[in-house]
């Protein structure tokens, strides 16, 4: 468990390192998750010395978002001031994206 | 009391047990809108208002708890790694239906947003609704919107594809369990997976492929897709 954390943790020091230096315009724990795959993928790494550590945080990345869902409240006016546009907006755009994603699997996928 | 408050502790605690009861009660009561992330919310944001307790008391112990979401965000790599092999077989219309759909969801939102005339901030806070809640909140950080704002509408478009997606999508003649899964992941990232692992284990693993994969799309094109917008406005 502890060598699963030290990889994580070095991923995503390795990707917030890389970001930092290079001033690129990606999150470095994003540049951190497209390491790790190329990793495994490349044998660098194996699975089972990450997925203790990884299958965990993923078990419970809903609870590491709940602060963020609640600080909403600092802006609560601010939702209420425009809710109608935003969710005729929302609403709109996520059927369409659920619609075209799912048609092209439809009409091309095995 | 107040001095107890303020202390880390009194953060963390509360969203440990608001999420463990939360999740208690969607065992008892199987509703979709009792989603654990976000009655956990609801009843953290009731708690600080009624003992008058600001957000900045809570997130001195809430910022240990969100802190892990740089973490997971890497462990997401590695379930990607481990279900890659399953999707093998359908990989370019799987990758083509994701990209499609993710630049689909960052325009068409944009697009809706500036038809209705709201303020640069909130477009700036929602280009990126349709991924997983950590991203998005690395991708607001980026191009300037209120990473709180984008949190509480990511959650709310999870739970909306959780609750209706699959039942749209039916309607409008989607047959295949695999594009059920694949669209739930990529317009409603992990919540909306959740549900696509209700429809079938397959349809669960496109689900969760796609959200991460939509995640590295989306945070790759929204700052481009946002500056050219609001430069094709002005």
């Not at chain 1, 660098?44 to 609640?70: M, R, T």
């Not at chain 1, 609403?91 to 994603?101: F, G, K, Q």
């Not at chain 2, 001195?60 to 892990?68: A, D, L, P, Q, V």
């Not at chain 2, 960052?106 to 809640?133: G, R, Y």
């Amino acid at each position: 468990m502890l060598k699963a954390l030290a990889y994580i943790f070095g991923f995503l020091l390795l990707g917030e390192l890389i970001t930092y230096f290079f001033e690129l315009p990606i999150a470095g724990n994003i540049l951190g998750m497209f390491l790790i795959f190329l990793a495994l993928r490349l044998k660098i790494i194996k699975l089972q010395d990450v997925k203790p550590a990884s299958d965990k945080l993923i078990k419970y990345l809903v609870l590491f978002f709940i602060p963020y869902g609640v600080g909403l409240m600092v802006y609560f006016e601010i939702i209420a001031n425009y809710w109608l546009p935003i969710s005729v907006a929302v609403i709109a755009s996520t059927v369409i994206t659920l619609y075209i994603s799912a048609i092209i699997i439809e009409k091309f996928g095995k | 009391m107040q001095e107890f408050i303020q202390l880390p502790i009194f953060g963390v605690f509360i969203s440990i047990i608001a999420f463990a009861g939360a999740r208690e009660l969607r065992k008892k009561f199987n509703y979709a809108l009792l989603t654990p992330v976000l009655v956990a919310i609801v009843f953290i944001i009731l708690f600080l208002f009624i003992f008058n307790i600001d957000f900045d008391t809570y997130n001195r112990g809430g910022k240990y708890i969100s802190f892990f979401l740089g973490p997971s965000v890497v462990a997401l790599g590695v379930f990607f790694y481990e279900k890659y092999e399953e999707v093998k077989q359908n990989l370019k219309v799987f990758l083509l239906s994701v990209a499609i759909g993710g630049i689909t969801g960052v325009l068409t939102v944009i697009i809706f947003l500036l038809l209705l005339k709201v303020p640069d901030f909130i477009i700036e806070s929602l280009a990126a609704k349709s991924v997983t809640t950590p991203i998005a909140i690395e991708i607001t950080k980026l191009t300037g919107g209120i990473p709180e704002i984008t949190a509480g509408i990511v959650i709310a478009v999870g739970i909306f594809g959780n609750a209706f997606g699959p039942f749209i999508l039916k309607k409008l003649g989607i047959k295949s369990k695999i594009a059920i899964g694949t669209a739930l992941g990529t317009a409603a990232h992990g919540i909306g997976t959740a549900r696509a692992f209700e429809e079938s284990k397959l349809a669960g693993v496109y689900s969760g492929l796609a959200m991460c994969v939509n995640g590295i799309i989306t945070a790759l094109i929204t700052p481009y897709l946002i500056q050219l917008s609001f430069w094709g406005v002005s």
